[in-house]
Structure formats: structure tokens, C-alpha cells
């Protein structure tokens, strides 16, 4: 498991035990991306940050092995991803998106015409995974299909319109049919990727979750799961004190075209409570929740404090680390009320 801190390094820990494994060192401003890309190669960890460089890290040694630099000396790359057909590794920049190949490290794309303001997410689709996925400030979702000359001269692409600045997207449902957006002004919105139309607003998103638990209001919303070859979607919420909630968010497809559905929230699913003391910032959910693995997750958040769950209440559980200076202590007991899957 690696975390990327505000002093711009990378620490790597044991996702079952916690146990702190060593430093990766080497980006000088601020980490904005952190991915293992490859399932088959899980040795190999990716970062980017605003130095202008995707880094390609070796975590057995914690050294790294290859880079990939901005076109521009002193420009910020704001997020990767890593797909396409041909090894391909997508940056972020500011209003540019970039294309290179992974295994030459050669430049394929440097498009600047598709958005006016900063990129703040590039993501390939799961499945089509010549499907690349860019989202903005500009408030705009494009997807381009890398297959075709990359160039601005002849690019050809197609647009959604979110109408306020993106902040993450994500794909879900049975055939990653359908894409979810959560906007810099905490609002969730869903969208149908072959009708390239939104399918769902999520109207007062932060209001309506905080309806449907009995804690201090929901102040900002994190990031979105859902179980895969479902069309389940699970929203991950927070407050200013720490706890965080899991919130099914469903709609009925609406029956104009043209006319979202508005979304629902339901009743929270999960709540982990208990371990920060501020804002949390990101969230790693277990990928083995069976029964024999109690590991519900890890969350990060701006007190520095890294911390687990468990799934069911167990004794052993809630445990943090304090990220500033590695000293592994217990902390407050977890709260779960049940799992949302």
C-alpha cells in the first residue's frame, strides 16, 4: 500500500498489518496521482506530481526506474492513468492532456485544444480500453478514441457537459456502461455512456446525505465505489470532524431521454468513526471482503493519520499511524454499523 504525504514522498506499509516498508524519494513538489497500474507487475508503483514528472518505482528497492516529463520544463502534471491497447500512459496538465508509450517513454499526444482550464482527471474505460476519459475545470468530460491520429489537427472526440468544475470520475455498472462525477462544489451527477448524456442528478448532494445519518452534517464528499459486475453505487462522504459514511445512491432511468433522473441517497450503509480528527482525504477499500478477511480498509486524511477498519467490530481493529513521524499506536475503536456490499 503506498501514500503519498504533503512532504512530497512516498511511504509504502503492509495493508495487513500496517507495518511501515520504506520511503520511495525523488518527486520536489507536490504528489497529485499514486497507482499500481499493472496486476501483473505489482512490484512496479507510478506517482505524479506537480515537479512535471511521472515516476515508475520499483517498491522492492523502493528505486526509481523510468520517468516521464512534461513537455514543458516547470509545468505541472495534475493526474495519469495508465491503459490503452499499446501500454499507454495519459497525464493531466493544465487545460493539456498527454499521451505517451509506457515501454519507449516516447511522447504520442500533447493535445491541448480539448479543454480551456486545468485537467483534473484522465481515466481509460475498463473494458474499451482504447476509451480515454479526460475531465476539467472547464467543466467538460471528453472521450477520445486513442486508435485514431492523435494530433489537434485531427482529433475527433465527444463532449459532455457537467457545467461546473470536475473533480473525479469513475466508471460502474454491469458493462462500466455508466460514468459517475463528483464536482469541486460537492455535487454527484451519473452519466450514460452510450447516450453520452447525463442519466442522474444527485440534486443537493451534501444535504441529502446528511438526511440520512444522525451525525454533524456531511461537508464534503470523497470518492465513489461500487461492487464490480453490479450496477450498485456507493457514495463516500465526510465531515469536518472525521467520520465518514457509505451511502447507496440509486435512480430509475427516466423514461425522456432528455430529462435526468434525479438521484436518491439512502440510508448510510457503513460508518467509520472514530480514528481521524479532521478531513479524509482518500480511501483504499480491501478487495478480499470474504470471511476470511476481517480488512474492511484504509483511510488517509490531513491529521496525518493513516487508519484501518475492520468489517465486523472484531477487537483488534481501528489501529493508526501518525504519518509525520511512523510511530505505530492504537487508537479509538472503529464504528461499523454494517457493510455496504
Known amino acids: 500500500m503506498a501514500v503519498s504525504l504533503s512532504t512530497n514522498a512516498i511511504k509504502l506499509y503492509s495493508p495487513q498489518t500496517g507495518a511501515f516498508l520504506g520511503d520511495c524519494l525523488g518527486h520536489t513538489c507536490t504528489i497529485s496521482g499514486i497507482s499500481f497500474p499493472d496486476p501483473n507487475s505489482p512490484m512496479l508503483l507510478l506517482s505524479s506530481s506537480a515537479d512535471g514528472t511521472i515516476r515508475t518505482w520499483d517498491i522492492r528497492n523502493r528505486k526509481e526506474v523510468a520517468s516521464l516529463n512534461h513537455p514543458t520544463p516547470g509545468s505541472e502534471i495534475w493526474n495519469f492513468a495508465v491503459g490503452g491497447i499499446s501500454n499507454q500512459v495519459a497525464g493531466g496538465g493544465d487545460s493539456q492532456v498527454f499521451i505517451w ?5 516516447k511522447l504520442l499526444a500533447n493535445l491541448d485544444e480539448i479543454h480551456t482550464e486545468a485537467v483534473t482527471q484522465v481515466q481509460y474505460h475498463p473494458t474499451r480500453r482504447e476509451l480515454l476519459f479526460t475531465a476539467s475545470v472547464d467543466g467538460l468530460i471528453n472521450f477520445i478514441d486513442t486508435q485514431q491520429p492523435l494530433t489537434n489537427e485531427d482529433l475527433v472526440y465527444d463532449t459532455m457537459s457537467v457545467g461546473t ?10 458493462n462500466n456502461q455508466l460514468l459517475w462525477c463528483q464536482t469541486h462544489i460537492e455535487t454527484l451527477s451519473v452519466w450514460d455512456l452510450e447516450e453520452k448524456m447525463q442519466a442522474a442528478d444527485f440534486k443537493e448532494t451534501r444535504m441529502n446525505a446528511s438526511f440520512n445519518w444522525n451525525l454533524d452534517s456531511v461537508n464534503y464528499l470523497i470518492d465513489c465505489y461500487s461492487p464490480a459486475g453490479t450496477d450498485d453505487l456507493w457514495l463516500a462522504a465526510g465531515n469536518n470532524n472525521g467520520v465518514v459514511g457509505y451511502f447507496p445512491a440509486s435512480f430509475v432511468k427516466s423514461s425522456h431521454p432528455s430529462v435526468p433522473s434525479v ?10 468513526e472514530g480514528g481521524h480528527q ?7 477499500l480491501s478487495q478480499n471482503m ?4 476481517n480488512l474492511f480498509g484504509w483511510t488517509g486524511g490531513e491529521d496525518g493519520r493513516l487508519c484501518s477498519w475492520s468489517q465486523n467490530g472484531a477487537t483488534e481493529h481501528g489501529r493508526s499511524w501518525v504519518s509525520k513521524n511512523l510511530i505505530a499506536k492504537k487508537g479509538s475503536s472503529s464504528k ?3 457493510s455496504p456490499y
Request: proline share 0%.
Open 263 to 272: 438521484g436518491v441517497l439512502g440510508e448510510v450503509g457503513a460508518v467509520l
Open 336 to 338: 461499523m454499523r454494517h
Open 165 to 174: 468544475s470536475v473533480g473525479k470520475i469513475g466508471f460502474y455498472g454491469r
Open 290 to 293: 470474504d470471511s476470511d478477511q
Open 101 to 105: 508509450d509506457w515501454r519507449t517513454r
Open 278 to 284: 479532521g478531513v479524509v482525504r482518500t480511501i483504499w
